[in-house]
């Protein structure tokens, strides 16, 4: 059991101190988490939407948030991992949960833990449950961290759960193909509940998984469908239909399959939480999300992306072809060495001009040598400028670039992170 004679004071150094206490950054199973969570005496009395998926978690958890905020109810949200502020990680009534409510959840399950070593993710699980059980909540939305089956999260049985697409990533985690990660993301439904899919070609794990437990299962282009026409959309599930939808205010056609999944989601859960045309209309409007499709500046444009797999960086890349420029595009580089650099790599690099690149530093990070000899095989034509840091990639980017030009910032959520805090704050995002 790690001392903690003196317990802290700060934000900061409860962070520092529930990063040291399990050995594993990640480790797989609910047997740690569901022992302090009883320990804690947690009963939830709100009702909860789980969100799991490769990609488009964090896309979907703020389309659910802001239309049950614009539909007047108390909501909580609680996704990972954050960009500048662990507080970005609990959102409570639309707004970071305080310093001062983290530190005292914190202090909570320190307490109940007892010898019980908790990973960093499941130990902030559990603080934001803390801090939602505490509030008169009547919606909470919960982002896995990683896969399902096993997540911290999963510890919640949801009313709801959406998986919002099936790739490859977190692979010596998850299995090595669509029907091993299918598999574990399918643990978040339960049975007799809606078990929400936005992936058009589910593997066939996560059927049969549904099937065998008597979820709700309700598929995307089978079930419920969407059709995007002339800047607008509509939206069908059955009986239900919504027509002449405003885009989503999150760049990407595929927005529109998680927007579907959402609405799904919300139409389940109807009985208990009505919500109104009009909600939902302002709630697609105003959806702001830090760091996917970010749009910061112009002449030179920056865009921020936290892509960092290939599944990603290729909606990344639609997204650029979508955009009208008539300048190079320069791409500001950093990923973490276990991801495939390479595949990331061949999804935009057709699109990009020339290469920053720079290492991460932290232990996962890669170098920008692997970066650049990832960059050498896929497109051996391609300038690549090592850098000693992001930063320093950033604003050699920035000297290179001409008024008509974009910088795109990418790579990893560290990436993002190290250039945000080079630029001016964006109202639309915070």
Not at 318 to 331: D, I, M, V
Request: glycine share 6%.
């Amino acid at each position: 059991m790690t001392d903690l004679s003196t317990p802290p004071d700060t934000l900061q150094g409860w962070l520092q101190y529930i990063e040291a206490l399990h050995p594993k950054s990640i480790a797989m199973g609910l047997e740690r988490v569901q022992a302090v969570k009883d320990r804690l005496d947690l009963h939830p009395g709100f009702t909860v939407i789980t969100v799991a998926g490769t990609n488009g978690k964090g896309s979907t958890c703020a389309m659910l948030e802001q239309i049950y905020l614009q539909a007047g109810y108390r909501v909580g949200c609680y996704t990972s991992p954050h960009i500048l502020r662990y507080n970005e990680r609990v959102r409570i009534l639309g707004s970071e949960a305080s310093d001062a409510d983290l530190c005292a959840a914190f202090a909570r399950v320190e307490e109940a833990r007892g010898d019980t070593a908790l990973t960093y993710f499941e130990f902030g699980t559990l603080a934001a449950l803390c801090c939602f059980c505490e509030q008169a909540l009547d919606v909470v939305i919960l982002e896995v961290g990683l896969g399902g089956r096993l997540d911290a999260v999963n510890v919640i049985d949801a009313d709801a759960a959406i998986i919002t697409s099936i790739d490859l990533d977190h692979m010596d985690y998850l299995g090595d193909n669509r029907e091993s990660i299918g598999f574990e993301k399918a643990g978040v439904y339960r049975a007799g509940r809606p078990a929400i899919c936005a992936d058009a070609s589910p593997p066939e794990t996560l059927l049969s998984h549904a099937k065998s437990i008597h979820a709700e299962l309700l598929c995307i282009q089978r079930d419920f469908h969407c059709l995007h026409e002339s800047g607008r959309w509509h939206y069908q599930w059955a009986d239900f239909i919504l027509q002449d939808l405003p885009l989503p205010a999150l760049s990407g056609d595929f927005q529109l399959f998680n927007a579907s999944a959402v609405l799904t989601a919300i139409h389940s859960l109807h009985a208990r939480l009505p919500v109104s045309e009009q909600a939902i209309h302002a709630g697609l409007q105003q959806v702001r999300l830090a760091g996917r499709f970010d749009i910061r500046q112009s002449a030179p444009s920056v865009v921020l992306d936290v892509a960092h797999n290939p599944h990603a960086a290729a909606a990344l890349a639609a997204n650029l072809n979508a955009q009208t420029n008539s300048g190079r595009t320069l791409a500001v580089f950093a990923m973490l060495a276990d991801k495939d650099i390479r595949g990331v790599v061949e999804a935009v690099h057709t699109g990009v001009h020339a290469w920053y690149v720079a290492d991460i530093p932290q232990i996962r990070g890669a170098k920008a040598a692997q970066l650049q000899a990832a960059i050498a095989e896929v497109a051996p034509k391609a300038p690549v400028h090592p850098c000693p840091t992001v930063a320093d990639a950033y604003r050699q980017a920035c000297i290179d670039a001409g008024e008509n030009d974009r910088i795109i910032v990418f790579g990893s959520f560290f990436t993002v992170a190290d250039v945000m805090q080079l630029l001016p704050a964006s109202p639309d995002n915070h």
